[in-house]
């Protein structure tokens, strides 16, 4: 590894342990945290091909462009390298692109989990108004916010869609994004949304980037959408009504994080990361968002050196 290749990484790794209070909880210096993430980075299984998800529950090809971890390697992205909170067995896996790894600057990934609440019904699909259903979602946050704030956590601010809410029907998927902004970071966030829609549940799809990264997202996101689907026997086509349960709440309520009748689409993303019993993708972002800025910081004052050395 080079001399400014080993000074990106410090400074990755430095800001995650800041970002996630374990600074303090680890005396070791920033190199031996540096060796310690790239071997664990060195030890993922990356996977190209035909891949079965959750005995059988859904398939994923990957293309040439793509690679995938599995559960095991995705959790160790998420909690040792990236510092997140465990997420129990509720992560699936996760895509990154083929030239990218956890450790790289401009790397994004995409985490897959499964949410089996029951069929969600889409007869709604085009009378969904999302101009109101973003007021409400503001409306929600604010005071999600507020209990937020009593406790020592920074607000988060819901800036509104990155990119508008979009159902495919007759695919049964859905996908969006968020543009949020945590206490008074001047840097935006991206929390990009996919969902596909099945039997028993709902395959949840959550891009990790910056908001910069938007464009990028959005070019890939038709080939995400092409290469993850239910097997047969859990399609949305394949819902038995005797049977099958259907869930309590439609597309508006998918959108809003399925809360918003419950006071705002943050509250069980800001419960987890307060208790620390459960992933919170937003975590996620605001780590690597931290990363690229202060990686933009450091490349800045860097150029010369960084581009002698190869």
């Known amino acids: 590894m080079s001399p400014s290749a080993t000074r990106i990484v410090i400074v990755i790794i430095t800001a995650a342990a800041l970002l996630t209070g374990r600074a ?13 993430a790239k071997q664990l980075a060195d030890g993922l299984r990356f996977q190209q091909g035909e891949i079965t998800l959750r005995s059988g529950l859904a398939k994923i090809k990957v293309p040439a462009e793509f690679r995938y971890l599995d559960a095991a390697d995705a959790d160790t992205v998420l909690t040792r390298i990236w510092g997140n909170p465990p997420s129990g067995d509720r992560t699936l896996g996760m895509l990154f692109p083929a030239n990218a790894g956890p450790l790289d600057p401009d790397a994004w990934a995409v985490a897959i989990t499964y949410e ?3 069929y969600v019904k889409d007869n709604d699909s085009s009378k969904l108004d ?13 005071e999600v916010n507020k209990a937020r704030e009593k406790k020592g956590y920074p607000p988060v601010e819901l800036v509104g869609w990155a990119a508008r809410p979009r159902y495919d029907q007759a695919e049964h998927k859905m996908y969006w994004a968020k543009e949020l902004r945590f206490g008074n ?3 935006s966030t991206l929390n990009y949304n996919i969902r596909i829609l099945g039997r028993r549940g709902v395959l949840v799809l959550n891009a990790i980037a910056p908001v910069s990264q938007l464009s990028t997202i959005e070019h890939a996101t038709p080939s995400i959408l092409a290469m993850v689907n239910f097997q047969e ?8 009504a005797s049977t099958d349960k259907v869930a309590t709440y439609g597309l508006a309520a998918l959108v809003a994080g399925g809360l918003l009748v419950k006071g705002g689409f943050l509250k069980v993303l800001i419960a987890g990361l307060i208790a620390a019993k459960k992933f919170v993708i937003i975590g996620v972002i605001a780590i690597v968002a931290a990363i690229k800025k202060f990686f933009g910081k450091i490349a800045g004052r860097r150029e010369p050196e960084s581009s002698e050395q190869t």
């Open 24 to 36: 303090a909880a680890a005396p070791e210096p920033p190199e031996t945290r540096v060796a310690n």
């Open 116 to 118: 089996e609440n029951g």
């Open 130 to 142: 999302y101009d109101d259903l973003l007021k409400k979602m503001k409306e929600s946050a604010v």
């Open 185 to 187: 970071d001047p840097e």
């Open 233 to 240: 026997g859990h399609r949305y086509m394949d819902f038995n």
